[in-house]
C-alpha cells in the first residue's frame, strides 16, 4: 500500500513538473512572438537601405544614418515634443475631471447614476474615425485646427471615460467611514478627498494615469486627420516615409524605434507603481 502510494506521488510530481515546463516553454513564446516584431524594427533602424529590402540579411555594419536623417531632413524633434506635450498635458487633464467624476459617482447615489456610466462608457467604445469628421468641422469653424490644444481637448474623449471607470472602482474599496470621521474633525467634502481620500489611493491614480499617458501617446486617428503641420505627433509622420520612389524602410524603423522607447522606457521605471494599483484592492483583510 506504501510502494502504491508512493508511485502515485512521483507520478503527480512529474506530471506536475511537466506541466510547468509546458507553462513556461508557452510563455517564452509568447513573450518572444510579441517582442519579435520589436526587435526587427530595432534591427532595421541600423541597416544601410540596400539591405532593408534583404530580410535574410542578418548579419551587417550597423549604421545610424537613418536616426540622423529623420532629425535632419524631416525634423523629428519637434514631432516629439508635439507628443510629449500633447501626452502629459490631456494626462493631466483627464486625471483631473475623470478623477472628479469618479468619486461624485462613487459617493453620490443621484437618479440614472448607471446609466451615465454606461454612456461614458460607450463613448470610450465609439471608433475615433466616426468622431473625427463632426470633431474636425467644429474646430474648423473654431479656426483651432492643427494645434496642440486641440489634441488635448480630444484626447478626452477616449482618457476621461477610462480614467473615470478605473477610478470609480478604487473609490469603491475605500470606506466611507474614513471621509465621516474627517467631516466629524470640519473636514469638507473637498478637504476629506484631499487630505484623506487621494492619497490612499495613490497607486491608483499612478496605474490609471499611466494608461492615459500610453493611449494618448499612441493615439494616432485623431492626430492624423486633426493636424497637419504645426502639431503633428510621431505615430502620424510615419506615412512621410512613403514616396513615389519607394518606401524607406530604415528611417521608418528609426522613427518607430524612437517613438516607443519613451513609452517603454517610462513604463520600466514605473513597474511596480503599476502592478501596485493594478491589484488595489483586490485582497481584503
Sequence with gaps: M????????????????????????????????????LFWMGLLSFKEPIHSYDPSVWIFKPV?????????????????LNSSIVAVSATLLAMVIGT????????????????FLFVLLSIRMIPGVSIVIPVFLIASFLRILDSRLLLIVVYQIITVPFTVWMMKGFFDEIPIELE??????????????????????????????????????????????????????????????????GIYWGEMAAVGTMAILPVLIFAMIVQKNMIRGLSFGAVKG
Design 180 to 245: 465621516e470621521a474627517a467631516m466629524i474633525d470640519g473636514c469638507t467634502s473637498f478637504q476629506s478627498l484631499y487630505r484623506i481620500i487621494l492619497p490612499v489611493v495613490q497607486p491608483g491614480l499612478v496605474a490609471t494615469s499611466i494608461f492615459c499617458l500610453i493611449t494618448s501617446w499612441n493615439e494616432f486617428v485623431y492626430s492624423l486627420f486633426l493636424t497637419s503641420i504645426k502639431a503633428v505627433t510621431t505615430p502620424t509622420i510615419v506615412q512621410m516615409f512613403i514616396a513615389a520612389q
Design 100 to 115: 472628479l467624476a469618479a468619486y461624485g459617482f462613487s459617493r453620490f447615489k443621484f437618479r440614472h447614476n448607471q446609466n
Design 2 to 37: 506504501n510502494v502504491s502510494n508512493t508511485w502515485t506521488r512521483k507520478k503527480w510530481i512529474a506530471r506536475r513538473k511537466i506541466f510547468r515546463i509546458l507553462v513556461y516553454v508557452g510563455i517564452i513564446v509568447m513573450c518572444l512572438w510579441a517582442v519579435f516584431p
Design 64 to 80: 545610424i544614418n537613418n536616426y540622423i536623417s529623420v532629425f535632419t531632413t524631416k525634423n523629428f524633434g519637434k514631432y516629439l
